[in-house]
């Protein structure tokens, strides 16, 4: 029996500090499955399709890594693709009263699905998404923080938005 694991998120966009939890992931688990999700709390830059590219784009493909998006809950999600665990990433301590909330509320919902805190490399550990975004949208660099095709693609759609 394989061990899968679910790394949930809207991944708008993917960034290293993700790249970086799916690979230590793949140290402990058979295989990682990438949800992205559906967040309507969320208003994502990148359509879905895009920012199942943009990963695609940004892991080897052999490796074991599946990507989907979804769109119920996580614990449903979960279930249906055999996972017996959730990857969650901390930066920070406010990371963690978050997640635990969220980690407590899933185990409720179906106890045998475990959530896995993975602490984030101390390189990555001061980005997000939202800041790379911020970043992207006023010119700033974004080396060594998203793939090469992810800075582009930032770009490219804050010319779009905002003719920058």
């Given at each position: 029996?394989?061990r899968?694991?679910?790394?949930?998120?809207?991944?708008?966009?993917v960034?290293?500090?993700?790249?970086?939890?799916?690979?230590?992931a793949?140290?402990?688990?058979?295989?990682?499955?990438?949800?992205?999700?559906q967040?309507?709390?969320?208003?994502?830059?990148?359509?879905?399709?895009?920012?199942?590219?943009?990963?695609?784009?940004?892991?080897?493909?052999?490796?074991?890594?599946?990507?989907?998006?979804?769109?119920?809950?996580?614990?449903?999600?979960?279930?249906?693709?055999?996972a017996?665990?959730?990857?969650?990433?901390?930066?920070?301590?406010?990371?963690?009263?978050f997640?635990?909330?969220?980690?407590?509320?899933?185990?409720?919902?179906?106890?045998?699905?475990?959530?896995?805190?993975?602490?984030?490399?101390?390189?990555?550990?001061y980005?997000?998404?939202?800041?790379?975004?911020?970043?992207?949208?006023?010119?700033?660099?974004?080396?060594?923080?998203?793939?090469?095709?992810?800075e582009?693609?930032?770009k490219?759609?804050?010319?779009?938005?905002?003719?920058?």
């Amino acid at each position: 029996m394989s061990r899968i694991i679910i790394y949930p998120g809207t991944f708008d966009p993917v960034t290293y500090g993700h790249i970086d939890l799916i690979n230590r992931a793949l140290r402990i688990f058979d295989k990682v499955i990438i949800g992205v999700g559906q967040n309507p709390a969320k208003a994502p830059l990148f359509t879905t399709e895009e920012r199942l590219q943009m990963i695609r784009d940004s892991i080897s493909p052999d490796k074991p890594v599946e990507l989907e998006s979804f769109d119920c809950l996580l614990v449903d999600f979960a279930r249906s693709h055999g996972a017996c665990a959730i990857l969650r990433g901390l930066r920070a301590v406010s990371d963690f009263e978050f997640e635990l909330q969220r980690a407590i509320m899933n185990r409720k919902l179906d106890r045998s699905i475990e959530t896995v805190f993975l602490m984030t490399g101390f390189r990555w550990i001061y980005i997000s998404s939202t800041i790379v975004k911020e970043a992207a949208q006023f010119g700033g660099s974004l080396e060594g923080l998203v793939p090469p095709h992810v800075e582009e693609a930032l770009k490219q759609r804050f010319r779009e938005l905002y003719g920058k």
